[in-house]
């Protein structure tokens, strides 16, 4: 399956952060409580490997980290998996990894809009325990 690419538009209605971090804990069954709380990137890692699951090696995902240097490996994990699969984005890791706000909100309404996209019934059957813990 070939992934769509994401046309951004400055004029486009965006689904508000907090519709945005519950589509994140209902689709991956977490409690995050904030935007912030996705900088390790391995809930980007997942939602990714539900749409392209050859594309990233979710044995290399650093699950149980505080250190950014971990964080970054994750996020270079991801966007591997991005050219892999021909995802013409760059991910602003450096951005993401520092805590701001914005950088946050910006990357998680594009990867949304990128997952509804690109979604199909494989990632509704997705065992996101099994991709975090038995890999």
């Known amino acids: 399956m070939s992934l769509?690419?994401?046309i951004e538009?400055?004029?486009?209605?965006?689904p508000p952060r907090t519709e945005l971090l519950e589509?994140?804990?209902r689709t991956l069954k977490l409690c995050y409580t904030r935007l912030i709380d996705l900088r390790t990137g391995t809930a980007y890692c997942q939602?990714?490997?539900m749409l392209k699951p050859d594309a990233i090696n979710m044995k290399m995902v650093k699950w149980t980290t505080k250190l950014d240097e971990d964080h970054i490996?994750?996020?270079r994990l991801l966007q591997k998996g991005f050219h892999h699969a021909c995802v013409h984005k760059e991910i602003p890791v450096n951005?993401?990894?520092k805590d701001e706000f914005l950088d946050h909100l910006d990357f998680l309404r594009w990867f949304h809009k990128f997952f509804m996209l690109n979604r199909s019934a494989a990632a509704a059957n997705?065992?996101?325990w099994a991709a975090s813990i038995l890999l």
């Open 4 to 6: 769509k690419n994401v």
């Open 9 to 14: 538009s400055p004029y486009e209605r965006y």
């Open 23 to 25: 589509w994140v804990n």
């Open 47 to 49: 939602l990714f490997h």
């Open 73 to 75: 490996a994750n996020f």
């Open 95 to 97: 951005l993401l990894v």
């Open 126 to 128: 997705y065992d996101e």
